[in-house]
Nanobody
Framework: VQLQASGGGLVQAGGSLRLSCTAPERTFNARMGWFRQTPGKEREFVAALSWRSGSTYYADSVKGRFTISRDGAKNTLYLQMSSLKPEDTATYYC????????????????????????WGQGTQVTVSS
């Protein structure tokens, strides 16, 4: 399954961007999330949600500034980013987890990149100061 991420670009500090991530039709990811990565660093959790319940999870660094959401009809995940800072500059990746779990996963589960089995190609976000 290939996820298609889009919406990145160059924006000034304080500005906004909305990222989109579309999954192919007739695929279902029980959990989806956004991660980001800068050169030389590990991939970092940004936000995630449960597709069925809509429960959301955020990294402390983006709480209050970013909002994750989904559109079931379009099979699309979004990340609305506001009050952007230069330190938000990174390549952003969307991820999907199609595994059926017999329990409600913890916040830690959502924040681990190893929990996801499908990834998008990445979209670059650059925030200038």
């Amino acid at each position: 399954v290939q996820l298609q991420a889009s919406g990145g670009g160059l924006v000034q500090a304080g500005g906004s961007l909305r990222l989109s991530c579309t999954a192919p039709e007739r695929t279902f990811n029980a959990r989806m999330g956004w991660f980001r990565q800068t050169p030389g660093k590990e991939r970092e959790f940004v936000a995630a949600l449960s597709w069925r319940s809509g429960s959301t999870y955020y990294a402390d660094s983006v709480k209050g500034r970013f909002t994750i959401s989904r559109d079931g009809a379009k099979n699309t995940l979004y990340l609305q980013m506001s009050s952007l800072k230069p330190e938000d500059t990174a390549t952003y990746y969307c991820a999907g987890d199609s595994k059926t779990l017999g329990y409600n996963p913890s916040t830690t589960y959502y924040s681990r990149s190893a929990s996801y089995n499908y990834w998008g190609q990445g979209t670059q976000v650059t925030v200038s100061s």
